[in-house]
Every structure is written in C-alpha cells, then in structure tokens.
C-alpha cells in the first residue's frame, strides 16, 4: 500500500469523521491514520471488526495535509 499512488488513482475521502461514518457503514476498504491522530484505537478496532485495512503512517497530521496539497492538517484518509 502506497499513498502517494493511492492519491494518484483513487478518490481520497477526508476527515476522521467522514472516515468513522463510512466504515461503519462498509463503504470504505482501506484508511490511512496520520500518527497523531487523538483516535487511533477507535478507528483500529473499527478497522478491525470490519475487516478494513488500516495503515499507521509515520507521519503527523501536518505532513498528511502537505502530501494531499491541503493547506489544513489531515487527520484520516480513507478511500473507497
């Protein structure tokens, strides 16, 4: 799994919220959590019991944002 090619050919869906909401209803297959995300563990255990990939990544909200061209942080990335 690689963001940036993610980014490329997939429509980003972003904010935790917006993430939480869709995977909980089974539209999203796989999330990207920025590593000072405040609910890592809602969302691991969200990924978990619906069967989603969830990838950790290194980075900080901050630097999330930068790498999908926002001028805002960006928290979650989920794609469908």
Same mark, same amino acid.
């Given at each position: 799994?690689?963001?940036?090619?993610?980014?490329?050919?997939?429509?980003?869906?972003?904010?935790? @919220?917006?993430?939480?909401?869709? +995977?909980?209803?089974?539209? #999203?297959?796989?999330?990207?959590?920025?590593?000072?995300?405040?609910?890592?563990?809602?969302?691991?255990?969200?990924?978990?019991? %619906?069967?989603? @990939?969830? #990838?950790?990544?290194?980075?900080? %909200?901050?630097?999330?944002?930068? +790498?999908?061209?926002?001028?805002?942080? #960006?928290? #979650?990335? %989920?794609?469908?």
């Amino acid at each position: 799994m690689n963001l940036a090619n993610d980014l490329k050919t997939k429509k980003p869906i972003l904010g935790l @919220n917006a993430a939480m909401k869709r +995977m909980k209803n089974g539209k #999203v297959s796989l999330v990207y959590i920025a590593s000072n995300c405040h609910k890592k563990d809602r969302l691991a255990l969200l990924s978990k019991t %619906s069967g989603i @990939n969830l #990838v950790d990544l290194k980075e900080n %909200s901050k630097e999330l944002g930068i +790498m999908c061209k926002k001028s805002f942080p #960006v928290s #979650v990335i %989920s794609f469908e």
